[in-house]
Structures are given as C-alpha cells and as structure tokens.
C-alpha cells in the first residue's frame, strides 16, 4: 500500500527566508507524487504535480520539487517566503492507474514571521 | 482553473437528522469524484469514490449506509451523512476529475464543508 510522510508538522520561518518542506513516499511502482496548499477552513489547491520527466518540477506561486527517486523524497521548495504562503501543505501519492486515488502525508503547517 | 463548488460550506444539525453535502463541477465533467475527511489538524482521509451511474466504492472502515453517495448527474455528487451524531462532526472535502480529452491527471478540490452534529 502506499504512504507519505511528512515528517514536519510545524515549520516557522522568516518572511524572505528559504523553504524546504519534507516528503518521504511509499509506492512499489513509479508514483504520480503532487504537493496542495490549503488555507484555514479551505479546500486544496495544487501546487505542483509530478508524473515523469524532468525531476525537477516547477509550480504556482514561486514553488518547486524535487522527485529523487533513490531517496524516496519530493521535498517542496522555495527560495524567499512571502507572509501569504502561511498555510497548510499536504504531499499526496496517486497510484499510477489512476493518479486519482490519492494518499495524502499529515501536512505541515506553516508559519512565517515578518 | 477548473471550479469545484461545495455546498453547503458549512452546517450545523441536531443528532439524528440526516444532512446532505453537494459537490459540483461548474465547467467540467467529472464521471469520478471523491469524498475526503478532514478531522482537526489532521491529513484527508479518502471517505468513497463517487462513479457517475453506478455505485460509489467505499473505503474500508467506512459505513456505506451511514454515508450515502449519489452520482446522479457528470457534474453533481453528493454525500448525506445520515443519523448524524457529534461523532461525524468534521470537514467533508470533495474532488473531481476531469473526463475525457480534458483529463489532465488533476484533481480539482472543492472549499469543503465543514458539519457540525450537536
């Protein structure tokens, strides 16, 4: 079965300061891996996703990840934080017959300071 | 982007009514959706696929006849949560996926609903 791990649940950083969130994944096969926001009392929304290709994914709102396959990992990134991107970040395999079913890690909060 | 639109965004019942969530996709169609819950400070836990036309598929642990999904329609799904009690307070998030020619592999979300049983 697959599973994600986040293994941050709170990650506080300076307003302008890089950003890596972590994700570890479990998946016998490649996996389709995706990175969502939400904001307090929101749905979701996607970040970025990865099916194949270039391992380095490029997404919304200034974010990036990186598959690598030997470490089992899509750590999420940005290199300046802005106060906005307080908010939850949830990493989430889908099975690659679908990419639908997803399994979402247990999020890592954000907070930036100013 | 694709809209997927919850409603109500939230609600609040007594113990032992019956409440009805609707989840639509407003400019796409969508022959699966999901239904998710959202506990406190906790990850999405997939509830059930919705299949347009037929049965939903549940997940294990979930009650099919406490959670009713209809897929009536491409773009409506809903979820009625019946015999409500305090216990199956919570965020209820659906998504969908596009079909067909406009399935990019994206899963839409909706804003959630979020059920409050006392």
């Known amino acids: 079965a697959q599973s994600v791990t986040q293994p941050d649940i709170h990650i506080t950083v300076s307003e302008g300061a890089s950003l890596e969130l972590r994700c570890n994944y479990s998946?016998?096969?490649?996996?389709?891996l995706f990175w969502y926001v939400q904001s307090p009392g929101q749905g979701l929304q996607l970040l970025l996703k990865?099916?194949?290709?270039?391992?380095l994914v490029q997404g919304i709102k200034g974010f990036e990840a990186e598959f690598k396959r030997s470490q089992s990992s899509f750590n999420l990134r940005k290199p300046s934080v802005h106060w906005s991107d307080a908010a939850e970040y949830f990493c989430a395999v889908g099975d690659t017959g679908t990419a639908s079913k997803l399994t979402f890690g247990t999020g890592t909060r954000l907070q930036v300071t100013l | 982007g694709a809209v997927v639109s919850q409603h109500p965004s939230w609600v609040i019942c007594k113990s032992g009514t019956s409440v009805k969530i609707e989840c639509r996709s407003l400019?796409?169609?969508?022959?699966?959706m999901f239904w998710y819950r959202q506990f406190p400070k906790q990850s999405l836990m997939l509830m059930a696929t919705?299949?347009?036309?037929?049965?939903?598929?549940?997940e294990q642990g979930v009650e099919k006849d406490k959670f009713l999904i209809n897929h009536a329609s491409l773009t409506l799904s809903t979820l009625t949560v019946t015999s409500a009690h305090p216990e199956d307070s919570s965020f209820y998030i659906c998504?969908?996926?596009?079909?067909?020619?406009?399935?990019?592999?994206?899963?839409?979300f909706g804003e959630g609903s979020r059920l409050t049983v006392l």
């Open positions: 400019d796409f169609q969508a022959t699966t």
């Open positions: 990865y099916f194949s290709g270039d391992t």
């Open positions: 998946y016998g096969a490649t996996p389709y």
């Open positions: 919705s299949n347009e036309g037929s049965k939903a598929t549940y």
């Open positions: 998504s969908a996926r596009a079909t067909g020619r406009a399935n990019t592999g994206e899963l839409f």
